[in-house]
Nanobody, 129 residues
Framework: VQLVESGGGLVHEGASLTLSCATSGFPMDQHAIAWFRQAPGKAREGVSCSNVDETTAYADSVKGRFTISRDNAKSTVYLQMNSLKPEDTAVYFC????????????????????????WGRGTQVTVSS
């Protein structure tokens, strides 16, 4: 099983980036895929997730700026990030988890990172002011 993130970089405030998460070794179309991020000295936080049925969820801090999408044929998930802010600076990780999740729900969780079985190594996003 592999999840490989790419697309991170150093950008100015207000810029855009698109992160990719290429997956292999498991049926991505049967898994929820989430993006988490971790800034130095802070806890890991859920950013967005895509359910098996391609419905999505977002953290309040990124709603309206970030868009998650998935291409099951390419086994890849994307995170389009617009209007980036310095507070978006973090290492971004993608993760995969198979429903059902706690509570017998198929809705991907953004707060319980432990429900995701597979993780990538992350890609650094730095936004300068």
């Amino acid at each position: 099983v592999q999840l490989v993130e790419s697309g991170g970089g150093l950008v100015h405030e207000g810029a855009s980036l698109t992160l990719s998460c290429a997956t292999s070794g498991f049926p991505m179309d049967q898994h929820a895929i989430a993006w988490f991020r971790q800034a130095p000295g802070k806890a890991r936080e859920g950013v967005s997730c895509s359910n098996v049925d391609e419905t999505t969820a977002y953290a309040d801090s990124v709603k309206g700026r970030f868009t998650i999408s998935r291409d099951n044929a390419k086994s890849t998930v994307y995170l389009q990030m617009n209007s980036l802010k310095p507070e978006d600076t973090a290492v971004y990780f993608c993760a995969a988890g198979a429903p059902p999740f706690i509570g017998m729900t198929s809705r991907c969780p953004l707060v319980r990172s432990y429900e995701y079985n597979y993780w990538g190594r992350g890609t650094q996003v730095t936004v300068s002011s």
